[in-house]
């Protein structure tokens, strides 16, 4: 069976015979209704592959709300799962766990800084980010290691542990 561009091509060039004297024209009428019986044929068959196509994707779009939906209470009940056993293991003192399959440990985090009172903090501390103001944590997070003084405004955190399982 011809394509529907093939069959739009054909019915073309049959109407444009029809303005032709030397043609019969109820032979190309009759050609012509063969093809448009082709083409709504061959375009009802597109229509409903279309209107398949359209209820596909109505059907994912909501299997994907589900998953996420699902995605979100999973990543939340891990979170849950890692800070109870982060909570508990530092409530216990117990840093390290050597299973039979994994290993649990708390580590030490790199140091960080907290700021405190933003207005305090030295202005060469002070970084600009168009239409805020932010303290520039790297900046002093390096000068405290370099100099060990602490500015004005700031602590620097140096016993939060993080929970890694391997």
């Known amino acids: 069976m011809p394509r529907l561009y093939e069959l739009s091509d054909q019915y073309n060039a049959l109407s444009g015979l029809l303005e032709n004297s030397e043609v019969d024209q109820a032979e190309v009428l009759e050609e012509l209704n063969a093809i448009e019986d082709q083409f709504n044929v061959k375009a009802e068959n597109i229509g409903k592959l279309i209107l398949s196509l359209a209820g596909d994707i109505a059907v994912i779009q909501t299997e994907e ?20 056993l982060h909570q508990e293991m530092l409530a216990t003192g117990n840093e390290k766990i050597e299973g039979e399959v994994l290993t649990i440990s708390l580590r030490k985090n790199p140091d960080s ?39 004005s405004g700031v602590d620097i955190i140096r016993d939060k542990k993080t929970l890694t399982i391997k």
């Open 113 to 151: 800084v907290s700021v405190v009172d933003q207005d305090a903090i030295p202005e060469e501390f002070i970084r600009i980010i168009p239409a805020t103001l932010q303290a520039d944590k790297d900046k002093i997070l390096r000068h405290f290691k370099s100099t060990g003084e602490i500015i």
């Open 65 to 84: 709300q589900r998953l996420a939906t699902r995605k979100r209470g999973i990543e939340k009940h891990l979170n849950y799962m890692k800070a109870y």
